[in-house]
């Protein structure tokens, strides 16, 4: 049975955070990919991309994705990237339901701008690099199960009942009991 659920979308959009809250919530595991792929590589992600380049990242990225969710009933926090990969999508809409947190650019920039840990905006001109990327990316984000809308005013907490309440909605088997 579909039970995790998965947390997409752009760096910076409030996927762990919220992801935290939920499985705070709802009593279940959670797991943030990105931290799995620092914590099994005993490196950070920006220390990956320059040793290893953006494809072997995401190569470890599809691996850590594929044992989190073989778990089953967690909340999943997925890097950016992560979604764009045909089979992430497929692996987890096969193990889960996926939740798409939908923020603006300039609520994006506003969370990142400060923050060197982010590799794909380490360009000449961060700002364009990630509404390029946003761009890019929301045709596919949108493919998620789930749409939420996630606001710069609202709270974590806000956020994390907007998420419950659409899977109550649209898929309520999800947040049942074991």
């Keep these: 049975m579909r ?17 935290a809250e939920l499985s705070r919530r709802l009593g279940r595991p959670f797991w943030d990919t990105d931290a799995e792929i620092e914590r099994a590589a005993a490196m950070t992600i920006p220390e990956i991309f320059a040793r290893d ?9 599809t691996e850590v994705l594929a044992r989190v969710l073989a778990g089953g009933d967690s909340i999943v926090s997925t890097g950016g990237g992560s979604w764009m990969r045909e089979a992430n999508r ?7 339901v996926s939740v798409w947190l939908d923020c603006d650019a300039e609520t994006l920039w506003q969370r990142v701008r400060s923050r060197p840990t982010r590799p794909l905006l380490q360009t000449a001109d961060p700002r364009g690099t990630l509404e390029r990327l946003l761009a890019e990316r929301s045709p596919v984000y949108a ?29 309520p088997i999800i947040l049942e009991a074991k």
């Design 53 to 61: 380049g953006e494809e072997f990242f995401r190569a470890r990225e």
């Design 143 to 171: 493919l998620a199960d789930i749409h939420v809308r996630a606001l710069r005013k609202d709270a974590v907490e806000e956020t994390a009942t907007q998420v419950i309440a659409a899977i109550q909605d649209r898929q």
């Design 3 to 19: 039970r995790n659920i998965v947390l997409v979308g752009m760096m910076g959009a409030g996927k762990t955070a919220i992801g």
């Design 90 to 96: 497929s692996r987890i809409a096969g193990n889960g």
